[in-house]
């Protein structure tokens, strides 16, 4: 029994030595030390960038902490990030990722690299675009804060939970850039929006921990353990609504009057002969 605490504990320290060197061999930033396997992940607390902005005070702006397995670089002032995110090698995805990925956007490379770039650069220009001479989706949106404002106004001096009434609001706003219309918050289209954005954010809160630790999220999915799928299931009810707005919109398209988002994907993919660029990828 004895010998078998020793190497227990023999093997426990290696593992740790093991962890330490390797540790100190991959730091290149300045950061706090963790513990082995969870690293700093137990002294996060329920508000990580309380933590982390302490840390810059010592540490600087840019410093590593290793959460889980993975060294995770913070940038915790604007400079630093503009800095980093002005560079291309920045702007990847990371190579494991817990979220269910369709798999045309798997095959296309539409989730990083080359395909993924071109996918946001075209929409941060459409988007802009939008935003410009466009006095129809203006006058939707000053509709949007108008009944915000009324319906923050029947709760004066009773309790209420601000996001519910935000969200549904903040989402009309989305809707209005991407289907070119806004709904009521009774509608039942904004109840099911509302509802899948909820779900779906609880899903993906449930599996964001196997982004540290992305061994034992492969383990589990080759065991078929966990939430495989889940996030899937909640999104169906709104990507049978954008299949359908998608085809509404192929319809009524007209070139030279590009309502909203749709729109301008639309008009995008007949001039591209790309399969980075497809209907499929807006669903």
Partial sequence: METITALLVGSLVALILVWFLSREKRK????????P????????????????????????????VQLGSRNVIVLDDF????????????????PENPFELRKVTLDTGAFNGLPWKEQRRFSLHMLKDLGFGKSHLEDMIKEEISD??????????????IRSVLAPSMSNNIAVLVFGKRYKYDDPIRKMLDRTLNESAAAAGQVAWQLFF?????LLKFLRIGSEG???????ESRDHTKKEIEEHEATLDENNIRDYIDGYL?????????????KFMT
């Avoid at 290149?28 to 513990?35: D, E, H, Q, S």
């Avoid at 400079?79 to 990371?94: E, I, L, N, Y």
């Avoid at 915000?148 to 939970?161: D, E, S």
């Avoid at 889940?230 to 169906?236: D, F, N, P, Q, S």
């Fill in 79 to 94: 400079q630093a990030a503009k800095d980093a995110f002005s560079q291309d090698a920045f702007m990847g995805r990371p």
């Fill in 28 to 35: 290149t930033l300045p950061g706090p030390y963790g513990l």
């Fill in 267 to 279: 008009v995008e993919v007949r001039k591209r002969n790309d399969p980075a660029f497809c209907s």
């Fill in 214 to 218: 992305p061994e034992i999220a492969k």
């Fill in 148 to 161: 915000l404002l009324n319906h923050l106004a029947k709760m004066v001096g009773k309790p209420t939970i």
């Fill in 230 to 236: 889940k996030i899937a299931k909640v999104l169906k």
């Fill in 37 to 64: 396997i969870v690293g700093y992940i137990p002294f996060i607390g329920s508000q990580p960038y309380v933590t982390f902005q302490k840390l810059a005070k010592r540490y600087g702006p840019v410093f590593t």
